[in-house]
């Protein structure tokens, strides 16, 4: 037992030096510019990728592969500073955030065009050896990953600390302004940033497709939220806390793989996240100022509040917000709702419905989002309790709607009311991460609660909506369950604005544009924060049982971290704060994949193209925030 707890170990350490490439990624860039990159875990799968394509399709040496993808992968990321982050400078501080899913996703699209969706076979160019100590082992593959994985966080400390251009990063770190005061073109400062955060991605990559022996176009996200996790439980912008992270993060892995299951694999490394952020919110090596890349003034850049999205409506310069009365809402659903006298179709009236659903999602997400101020990264795991909970109810049990639904409404509430918890003591980006760790904790609570939720299965053939106190009314086809999704959309959104527009909602938005101030003041800010929570899960929890009525299948695909920023990239781009703007974008970008699917595998390029034009044009929303 003694020889199979340090062959964990090893391969652990083999692991969590990837991890730790990738956090030292996210790191730099978000010491230097305040952005969480979301589009590092495409770079990383790229740098995979074009090494594999040197290798496989050109014949070339391994090394020389390497070499050319990292440079290729480096110069990507100077290109992505131009285009996610300095054309958004004096926009809202999400949307340079944003841009960079949009780029994420068209670089994962082209990579499935490219190479294909498929798995492919990444060859190992020399012979792999086992060296056994004992029973424990480790292999030739682990010691490479290791060695080189310690010799690029190296080569990167020294040049922090020893290079004139590492100075001058560790200075714009530090603070921006000074350093743009005493001559360092900030600018390119930043390049450099995003230029290294390429090159850790690229050689992580290659690590990553040599440990595995594959390489696949999905491989980024998954990976690139380890190296998130990572950054923060070793301290956002440490160097030496990004590889202890790192390092900690693949060990607790590979433990939880061989003593618990490998389903509880990724549920230790995000419960162990979220247990950080708790109790050392500024991870192992950090301090309570987030001190960035050694500096003292850390990580602070121009934030105004303890929220990250605080004044993202009071923003940098004026603008018009539309937005509809209360009662407009269900104006709006009673239009809505003569769709199916007019139109014969299903396939329509199935792609509005779902469209409907994620209107109604889009506005739970901007009431945290925008009115409470904490970016939500994880509100798929309240979409997944309502589904989960109609499922359970009327599949297992055979109780009727009147049961199920509103059941799926109160779990959803008190889950969320649960989940702000822990929120209550973080900010900013920290609060942002305690959401993601949330989703994803929800996500695999999904996945492996197997006498409940019945694992990846799912459920199968979830009953039509039925109501025993309506005769045994069945809701069999489309049209029929039309009606039941815009009444409870139209009734949610319509509840939701009356809050947002009384004293309760204006006293959310006093916690988002300071909290300490509001507290100061009086306000009891947990009791806020967790009412808002409820609402918002609620809300989210109603989308959840429709879409499980109308879907008749669910996995835990359907909730997991993509659904989640889907959901804040439609708060966002209709307006933060804005219900109005939330729900059109909810249900316009749910629309807009239907309407390309003629194009098929270029849909969701183009989809991606939209959302950057939107955060360039528009970057406080289609109807503004509010």
């Not at 409470?372 to 049990?397: E, K, P, R, W």
Request: charged share 10%; net charge positive.
């Amino acid at each position: 037992m003694i020889e199979l707890f340090f062959s964990q170990i090893l391969n652990g350490l083999a692991i969590g030096q990837v991890y730790a490439l990738i956090a030292l990624g996210f790191s730099l860039v978000f010491g230097v510019s305040n952005l969480i990159n979301f589009a590092q875990g495409a770079l990383f799968m790229l740098g995979a990728f074009f090494a594999f394509t040197g290798v496989v399709w050109l014949g070339w040496p391994l090394p020389v592969a390497a070499v050319v993808s990292v440079l290729l992968v480096s110069g990507l990321g100077v290109l992505l500073e131009r285009l996610a982050l300095r054309p958004l400078a004096n926009g809202p501080f999400i949307a340079p955030v944003l841009s960079t899913l949009a780029i994420s996703i068209v670089i994962d699209q082209l990579a499935e065009i490219i190479w294909s969706p498929e798995g492919q076979s990444f060859p190992v160019p020399f012979p792999e050896y086992t060296f056994y100590f004992g029973r424990a082992y480790i292999t030739t593959t682990d010691i490479l990953i290791f060695v080189f994985g310690l010799l690029a966080a190296a080569a990167l400390t020294w040049f922090l600390k020893a290079s004139w251009m590492g100075r001058t990063l560790r200075a714009t770190a530090q603070d921006r302004d000074a350093a743009a005061q005493l001559g360092v073109r900030t600018s390119n400062v930043r390049q450099l940033a995003f230029g290294l955060a390429g090159a850790l991605g690229a050689l992580s990559g290659i690590l990553v497709a040599l440990y595995f022996k594959s390489v696949f176009p999905a491989m980024g996200l998954p990976f690139g939220l380890k190296g998130f996790a990572a950054a923060l439980l070793g301290g956002l912008t440490s160097i030496p806390g990004a590889v202890l992270g790192g390092l900690t993060l693949g060990v607790v892995e590979t433990l939880s793989s061989a003593y618990l299951g490998e389903g509880f694999r990724d549920l230790a490394a995000f419960s162990l996240l979220l247990v950080f952020l708790l109790f050392r919110p500024q991870g192992m090596l950090g301090d309570r100022r987030l001190d960035a890349l050694g500096g003292a003034g850390g990580a602070s850049g121009a934030m105004p509040s303890t929220s990250l999205l605080a004044s993202a409506s009071s923003q940098r310069s004026a603008h018009r917000v539309f937005d509809l009365p209360p009662w407009g809402f269900l104006v709006v659903g009673a239009v809505l709702a003569l769709l199916p006298f007019v139109v014969s179709s299903s396939y329509i009236l199935q792609a509005v419905v779902y469209a409907m659903v994620f209107a109604l999602l889009a506005g739970s997400v901007t009431l945290v989002s925008g009115s409470l101020g904490i970016l939500a990264i994880g509100h798929a795991a309240f979409y997944g309790v309502g589904a989960y909970t109609v499922a359970v109810m009327s599949y297992t049990y055979g109780l009727p709607t009147e049961l199920a639904l509103p059941a799926a409404i109160a779990l959803g509430a008190v889950v969320g009311a649960v989940a702000s918890l822990p929120l209550y003591k973080l900010s900013g980006h920290t609060a942002a991460l305690g959401t993601l760790a949330i989703g994803q904790i929800g996500f695999l609570v999904f996945m492996t609660w197997m006498p409940v939720t019945r694992g990846p299965m799912g459920f199968l053939n979830i009953p039509a909506p039925t109501f025993e106190l309506l005769g045994g009314l069945r809701l069999s086809d489309i049209g029929h369950k039309f009606w039941l999704v815009a009444l409870v959309v139209a009734l949610c959104l319509f509840l939701a604005q009356r809050l947002l527009n009384s004293e309760m909602g204006r006293t959310w938005r006093s916690i988002r544009e300071d909290r300490l101030a509001a507290h100061a003041a009086g306000v009891p800010v947990r009791r806020y924060l967790m009412m808002g929570f409820a609402v918002s899960g609620a809300m989210a929890g109603a989308a959840g049982g429709l879409f499980a009525y109308v879907q008749n299948v669910i996995t835990p695909d359907s909730f997991n971290v993509q659904a989640s920023l889907l959901m804040l990239t439609m708060a966002v781009l209709g307006g933060l704060g804005n219900l109005t703007g939330a729900a059109l974008a909810g249900f316009v970008l749910t629309i807009i994949p239907e309407v390309l699917r003629e194009f098929s595998e270029w849909r969701m390029i183009v989809y991606g193209v939209i959302l950057l034009m939107a955060l360039r044009w528009r970057p406080h929303g289609l109807l503004g925030a509010r």
